[in-house]
């Protein structure tokens, strides 16, 4: 694994990733694909580290997956839950970071409703010379680079699965489909797929996509009916419609959702002849996405998702806290 490049101490953002350090995530994510399909799947390389995952909000996928990136990694974990931490008695956030950094803490991944919570809690660290790599696991509507990079990493291993690479993506189509306002992953997708060449088709009713959307990065199309976005389509992301953020009715029914931008078999007639399907999940099936089309191996890369997640998340340990 050539990380000899790799300087970043806090993942917080793609915004600001460079071409290199899209190719040093891809070929270390695709070095450990294949540690965690053998028998015996650790390896020693934070062996003695701490990794404290500090989520303020549910998760599943992604809280579970960066834990078991750190002890195949053979990393000490931490595992912060605010329901039963000292937030309850006042203890303020900050005390909180700073409580686990004096338990001897070297990378946090910080997951928080409100957007910018992960980027204030580096700047903390840093302040005080912490040298602790902080990595933003979701903050609000911000951003999720590690679920970018996982989806990044799917989608060159479904063209190339002995060697991903980000070249692979050029020129390919990418539709992303559903609730793009409340939406961090599709905000760090656009950055990571535009990086890499791909033009980005963003498609949902107008509440949920304002037309602003199609002016942070280049090769991006915003769209307002389905079938444009999936015409000639290589690759659908659909989104989870995040009701628990919409303080307005936004959409007149799930019904009339699904009856207008679900994806279903039908609509995929019109994409690509080997399109492949993805989604972050949770999913609401029969509502972004018919089930069984979920389902289905020849066209689904969700299973596939949440292993690579795995991957690229050991990938962005190894390389934050691994190569000092």
Excluded at 62 to 84: H, I, Q, V, Y
Excluded at 278 to 304: K, W, Y
Aim: aromatic fraction near 6%; proline fraction near 5%; charge should be positive.
């Amino acid at each position: 694994m050539n990380a000899t490049a790799w300087t970043r101490r806090h993942v917080l953002t793609l915004s600001d990733f460079t071409p290199t350090e899209y190719d040093i995530v891809l070929q270390t994510a695709a070095s450990f694909r294949e540690v965690i399909s053998r028998r015996t799947k650790k390896v020693p390389t934070l062996q003695g580290q701490v990794v404290t995952t500090m989520f303020f909000e549910p998760s599943t996928r992604t809280r579970s997956s960066f834990e078991l990136a750190a002890k195949r990694l053979s990393a000490d974990t931490l595992s912060f839950s605010p329901g039963t931490s000292s937030l309850t008695k006042g203890e303020t956030l900050f005390d909180t970071a700073k409580t686990y950094l004096a338990l001897g803490t070297n990378l946090m991944v910080v997951r928080h409703q409100q957007a910018g919570v992960p980027r204030a809690i580096a700047a903390e660290l840093d302040r005080l010379g912490a040298g602790v790599g902080v990595l933003n696991a979701g903050d609000g509507q911000h951003e999720h680079p590690s679920q970018a990079l996982l989806d990044l990493f799917s989608l060159c291993r479904s063209l190339d699965l002995r060697n991903p690479r980000r070249e692979l993506l050029a020129g390919k189509k990418v539709a992303i489909v559903g609730d793009i306002l409340h939406s961090r992953v599709a905000r760090s997708n656009i950055w990571s797929l535009t990086a890499c060449g791909a033009e980005v088709h963003l498609v949902a009713p107008p509440t949920l996509l304002p037309r602003w959307f199609a002016e942070i990065a280049p090769n991006v199309t915003v769209h307002w009916q389905l079938e444009p976005a999936l015409e000639r389509a290589n690759f659908v992301m659909a989104l989870r419609l995040q009701q628990e953020r919409m303080g307005q009715h936004l959409l007149p029914s799930l019904r009339e959702y699904h009856r207008t931008f679900g994806i279903t078999r039908e609509r995929l007639s019109g994409c690509d002849r080997d399109v492949k399907i993805l989604h972050p999940g949770p999913m609401n099936r029969g509502v972004e996405i018919d089930s069984d089309l979920a389902d289905d191996l020849q066209f689904s890369l969700i299973q596939d998702q949440v292993t690579s997640g795995v991957a690229v998340r050991m990938a962005l340990l190894y390389l934050m806290g691994g190569t000092k």
